[in-house]
């Protein structure tokens, strides 16, 4: 049986927390502000504009920590990576709930949505933190 360090190179495994999450993260937190300030900034005072900007920038984080990182260990089915699956599918959903017009009881307007799809990313990042503490080789 081949363990971690026989199969995969740590050099090529990414790390949840990186330059480049830590500036989308960065980035989510400015449209969060511009969204909920009620102050008029370009392109960024409509809240399903906003929640697209935040699909998007999660997408993006989830390539470089999350998912890309389960990629490189060969992990598709270990729990805490099924967790992630299952928070991303969330956002969707939320997502997907606002721009087709469906009412689910949990959200109730557009800025609901976005404080929901905002609170699982944040969930999805330290699942992917959690993640990666348990599965240093």
């Known amino acids: 049986m081949k363990t971690l360090t026989q199969t995969t190179n740590p050099a ?8 480049g999450v830590i500036v989308m993260g960065l980035l989510i937190i400015g449209v969060l ?3 909920f300030s009620g102050k008029k900034v370009p ?19 989830c ?22 699956y299952v928070l991303g599918a969330a ?5 997907g709930a606002v721009f087709l017009n ?3 009881p949990f959200i109730a307007n557009d800025q609901q949505a976005l404080l ?4 699982l990313l944040g969930a999805k990042v330290i699942n992917s933190v959690i993640h990666s503490l348990l599965t240093r080789g």
């Open 43 to 61: 392109l960024l005072s409509n809240l399903r504009f906003d929640l697209i900007v935040l699909i998007v920038l999660g997408m993006a984080m």
């Open 116 to 119: 929901l799809v905002a609170g």
């Open 63 to 84: 390539t470089s920590g999350g998912i890309g990182r389960v990629a490189a260990l060969n992990a598709w089915g270990h729990p805490l990576a099924i967790v992630g």
């Open 12 to 19: 090529v495994i990414p790390t949840p927390i990186n330059p």
């Open 102 to 104: 469906v009412k689910l």
């Open 91 to 95: 956002i969707l959903l939320a997502a």
């Open 33 to 35: 502000i511009a969204a």
